[in-house]
């Protein structure tokens, strides 16, 4: 349902969007992504990382990534499965590479493409992350690695090692789906970890949802509950992100 499902067409003109690859030395050697900006920027823009489910960037998260452009932000989304020969066409295919990837490489590709973003020309280097799924877990493992993100969302993501929460900076928005056992299992105690850590963290838990519902692509997605958690990600970015 990608095509059915796309709200920023990839061609739209207010935007500019290209594939970008950039070194990751202590990663895979390098990393692909897709990134997006609008066309008529003024000044810098803040940038958002932004990070895909276990499926790699596919053509709903290219789709996200202009989405956040369109509200005057700079977005890359990185292909973890670019070391894999990228994004193979079809989810089921992606899912089983997803498995080969040796995720130690693949969070430092992370980390390069976030080095990378933070200090890219256009932008005013106030650094925000937003993930699904995986992604909402490597969102949470950005957090503890970089002092200098301002902001995160992750959706439905893993928790990060608690003993790493204390270095925790960004303010966190943590959407969190109200069926999804596994992920929210790990929940109590995140939450105890920010609270003694004093993060600055805010819960989005929507009724009736179940894990991956603000991917429209896919019978599990929520239309009130997505714009609910979309919308709130916005207000968190422009709120913190401005130079």
Known sequence: RFAEA???AADDARLITEYVEIPSPTGYGSVRGYL??????????PVVLVIHENRGLNPHIEDVTRRLALENFIAFAPDALFPLGGYPGDEDSARALFGQLDQAKTREDFLAAAAWLETLEGGNGQLGAVGFCY???ISNFL?????????AAPFYGSAPNLSEVP???AELLVVLAANDERVNSGWPDYEAALKAA????QLLQPADTVHGFHNDTTPRYNEAAAKLAWA???ALFKRTLKS
Do not use: C, D, F, M
């Open 232 to 234: 709130q990600t916005l």
């Open 36 to 45: 997006a900006k609008p066309r008529a920027a003024e000044a810098a823009l």
């Open 135 to 137: 992604g909402g877990g």
């Open 143 to 151: 957090a503890t690695r970089l002092p200098q993100l301002k902001a």
């Open 6 to 8: 796309q709200q920023v």
């Open 167 to 169: 270095a925790i900076k």
């Open 198 to 201: 004093g993060t600055r963290y």
